[in-house]
């Protein structure tokens, strides 16, 4: 016999689905901000809705959503508002900044929500050992990174889009901060450090320091030597 729920079980599962579906209100906002040109509030909109999704899975294991609610799918949910905040509000972010020039910005556009959709529909985006396979689709953090931290210029952004989309499907290991299973510690208080990193460059923007930029480079070479590690060293060999 199914186990029953009460009505409060069922509000709670029910609260968690729409707590899980505000990210689509600051994705909305975000692009309202992007279109004004206020990159600075994009972004902090962008943060917002990875923040959700950082937090309804644990709500939702924690309230046995899926148990209360079997035919209500969060995850359905996730996937259409994590599309909108990790591709296409990203995406415009970088065309509207006019880091790329000419029909390279476009191009580039265009080639960062094609790639992302087709990786959504590949089987295996995470491993058995929890690790993100292949680049994931965080073009929020690299839009971030591009506006916010490398300025790079023209040429330098058409490069990392493309060597960033090729390795969308290139079998490297990324690391999953919330499922880490090695490095654990370390993962999750360099993901913590970055998130304090980006608020603050960008609440200062368009000022820069110069010691929240090294901590920005820092940050994101911990997280080169993971994927080296997991790829070709102790994750394998795990």
């Given at each position: 016999m199914?186990?029953?729920?009460?009505?409060?079980?069922?509000?709670?599962?029910?609260?968690?689905?729409?707590?899980t579906a505000?990210?689509?209100?600051?994705v909305f906002m975000a692009i309202l901000a992007v279109s004004a040109g206020d990159f600075r509030a994009a972004m902090f909109w962008l943060?917002?809705?990875q923040l959700i999704d950082g937090v309804d899975g644990t709500l939702a294991r924690r309230f046995r959503v899926t148990e209360v609610l079997p035919h209500v799918s969060?995850?359905?949910?996730?996937?259409?508002?994590?599309?909108?905040?990790?591709?296409?509000?990203?995406?415009?972010m970088i065309y509207e900044s006019g880091l790329m020039h000419g029909p390279w910005n476009l191009a580039a556009t265009f080639l960062i929500l094609l790639v992302s959709a087709v990786y959504y529909g590949k089987e295996g985006m995470v491993s058995?050992?929890?690790?993100?396979?292949?680049f994931p689709v965080m073009w929020n953090m690299a839009a971030f990174y591009?506006?916010?931290?490398?300025?790079w210029g023209h040429w330098g952004n058409v490069l990392l889009v493309a060597v960033l989309s090729i390795l969308h499907f290139v079998p490297i290991k990324v690391a999953y901060p919330s499922r880490a299973t090695h490095w654990?510690?370390?993962?999750?208080?360099?993901?913590?450090?970055t998130i304090l990193v980006l608020v603050a460059i960008t609440y200062l923007y368009p000022d820069r320091n110069a010691w929240l930029t090294a901590l920005a480079w820092g940050c994101l070479a911990y997280f080169a030597v993971f994927v080296v590690w997991a790829t070709w060293v102790g994750g394998k060999r795990a």
């Open positions: 199914p186990p029953t729920f009460s009505p409060a079980d069922k509000a709670l599962a029910w609260s968690v689905h729409l707590f505000t990210g689509v209100l600051a943060l917002a809705a969060g995850k359905n949910i996730d996937f259409v508002i994590d599309f909108a905040s990790y591709a296409i509000v990203p995406a415009y058995d050992d929890y690790y993100f396979v292949g591009m506006i916010f931290v490398f300025q654990r510690g370390p993962t999750l208080a360099v993901t913590a450090v």
